[in-house]
């Protein structure tokens, strides 16, 4: 018993004092060549401007996985975007229906540009919608697909 206690002990500590992490950055340079800053010019009306607020945070979200850095202070580039349409539609409906109800789909219209400067780059109008299925589909899904969907068309746009 004993040695059971004592094996454990030595295990627990053992295993504690092998994981760990720590990480010191320390940089003076800054990367101007591939910031971008994201600009909502959305109607203030209520459902409007929520959908530009989850739009932006999908994009930020989204801008992880490209080379750009989201950066609000002197950007290179600036995307500006306005939420035209939004319509949540109705989850459940979506799950009763398995996506064949078409009053019940989440939709989504944008007007989106790229800016370089005072020089536009590329524009874009991008309708993404949810149907449903099994699970119905969800509102931040309709959001991703419309910030993939830009950043897909940004690819191109020089």
Known sequence: MKKTVSFLII????LVSCTGAD????????AK????GIVDLSANTD???EAG???TSALENSFTDTMFVVKNEKPKYQLKFKV??????????????MGISDSARGELQIKAALYEGPAMVGAWEVNTWVKGGVT????DELFNKAAKE??????YAE
């Open 84 to 97: 035209l349409k939004y319509q949540e539609g109705s989850r459940w409906a979506r799950m009763a229906s």
């Open 47 to 49: 459902g409007i401007m």
């Open 11 to 14: 295990l627990a500590l053992f």
């Open 53 to 55: 607020t989850l739009l």
């Open 33 to 36: 060549d591939n910031t971008i």
């Open 136 to 139: 119905g589909g969800s509102r």
């Open 23 to 30: 990480t010191i950055v320390k940089k003076k340079w800054q």
């Open 150 to 155: 830009i950043i897909e068309h940004m690819k």
